[in-house]
Structures are given as structure tokens and as C-alpha cells.
């Protein structure tokens, strides 16, 4: 008797085990079936559509959809939003190099109207030391220093003051 009830003691447990092998198979089973379609969609809204795929309403008998599935739409709309701001960043970038480019011939302005200025001195006091050797201003300058060294010539001291 004893011997009867541990048999089906244990065919008891074995039928548990077998069942809960089972539902944990088809547990499984089902999380990877329901992973592989959550990757499924979302390739699909990251992924574009292939060209040449004709929409087809469900029924219709291959009459083509105006309307594409929206999972592309999704992308397409993803597609719209990178394009802008890739325009941004683009029209930006031509904004600044513009701006470099007018700082740039400024500079090259003021350089170049500067060198002009210095040209334009240099030949007036070329012209005007040949017209007039020496100023007025210049000759008394150079006889006051003329004096000061006759005098420290003569004394051996510098005239200060």
C-alpha cells in the first residue's frame, strides 16, 4: 500500500514537473516570439520602406493605398525633422562664414588703407626735403645742440637745464 501511494506520489509530482516544463516552454516560447516582433516593429520605424513597395489596402486585391502604413510615416516624419535641422545647422554655417568672410576684407581694408597712408607721407617728406633741405624748427634745434657740445668742449661739462 505504502508502495501504491509513493508511485502515485510520484507520478503525481512527475505530471506537475512535465506540466510546468510545459508552461515554462510556452512562457518562453511566447517572450521570444513577442520580442521578436516588439525588434520586428521597431526596425520598421527606423528602417525605411524599400522603394519599390506598393501599399496595398487589406482586401483590396493588390488596388494600390494612398495612405502608406504608419509605422513609415513615423519615419518619414523622423526623415522631415532631421532634414530641417540639418538645414539649420547648414544655413547657420553659411551665416558665420559670411560674416568671416566680410571681417576678413575688412581687415584687409583697414590694412591695406593704412599701408597707403604710410606710402603717401613717406613720398610727401621725400618731396618736401627736396624742395626745403631743412625747417626753421629743425635748424634752431640743431644749433642749440651744436652750442651745448662747443660748450662741453670747452668746459668739459654738459649744459643741462
Known amino acids: 500500500m505504502q508502495r501504491l501511494a509513493r508511485e502515485e506520489k510520484l507520478k503525481a509530482e512527475r505530471a506537475k514537473a ?26 520598421d520605424e527606423v528602417s525605411p520602406p524599400h522603394p519599390l513597395t ?13 495612405n502608406p502604413p504608419p509605422r513609415h510615416s513615423a519615419w518619414r516624419a523622423a526623415r522631415v525633422r532631421a532634414q ?17 568672410q566680410a571681417a576678413r576684407a575688412a581687415r584687409e581694408a583697414a590694412k591695406l588703407k593704412f599701408r597707403l597712408d604710410l606710402e603717401r607721407q613717406m613720398k ?6 627736396r624742395n626745403q633741405p631743412i625747417s626753421e ?6 644749433t642749440e645742440l651744436l652750442d651745448k ?10 649744459g643741462i637745464a
Open 54 to 66: 506598393v501599399y496595398t489596402r487589406p482586401g483590396s486585391a493588390g488596388a494600390p493605398h494612398r
Open 18 to 43: 512535465q506540466e510546468l516544463a510545459t508552461v515554462a516552454v510556452l512562457k518562453q516560447q511566447m517572450q521570444e516570439r513577442d520580442a521578436a516582433a516588439e525588434a520586428q516593429r521597431r526596425a
Open 124 to 129: 610727401e617728406n621725400v618731396t618736401r626735403r
Open 137 to 142: 624748427v629743425e635748424r634752431s634745434i640743431n
Open 84 to 100: 530641417a535641422k540639418a538645414q539649420v545647422v547648414l544655413s547657420r554655417a553659411q551665416q558665420e562664414e559670411t560674416r568671416e
Open 149 to 158: 657740445v662747443g660748450t662741453w668742449r670747452q668746459t668739459g661739462r654738459i
